[in-house]
């Protein structure tokens, strides 16, 4: 199967900086679109950031100008570069995937364990 794991999460102070990673693993043919979310504790979980394969991204409106979301295709892995963390920006982030399998070229979507992000004085 596909797996998923972040790496990055922890601990900050307002203004600081953070970087997540997401590796994918497994029986891969093709990785699409890749996205981060975040679930702040009582919130629904909420889209932060996508990246088409060809390297289109989008944003949510409340991280433009500070969240960056890239890719490294070679090593099947995107980035959240992260920059004037506030504290609503704590929350749990999970990475996502839309993966094409080598199992019978099935194409569906993976997510990772999450890694937590809080930012607090």
């Known amino acids: 199967q596909v797996q998923l794991v972040e790496s990055g999460g922890g601990l900050v102070q307002p203004g600081g900086s953070l970087r997540l990673s997401c590796a994918a693993s497994g029986s891969i043919s093709r990785i699409y679109g890749m996205s981060w979310y975040r679930q702040a504790p009582g919130k629904q979980r909420e889209l932060v950031a996508v990246?088409?394969?060809?390297?289109?991204?989008n944003y949510a409106d409340s991280v433009k100008g500070r969240f960056t979301i890239s890719r490294d295709n070679a090593k099947n892995t995107v980035y959240l570069q992260m920059n004037s963390l506030n504290p609503e920006d704590t929350a749990v982030y999970y990475c996502?995937?839309?993966?094409?399998?080598?199992?019978?070229?099935?194409?569906?979507?993976?997510w990772g364990q999450g890694t937590q992000v809080t930012v607090s004085s």
């Open positions: 996502k995937a839309v993966v094409a399998t080598m199992m019978l070229g099935a194409t569906g979507d993976y």
């Open positions: 990246i088409t394969s060809g390297g289109n991204t």
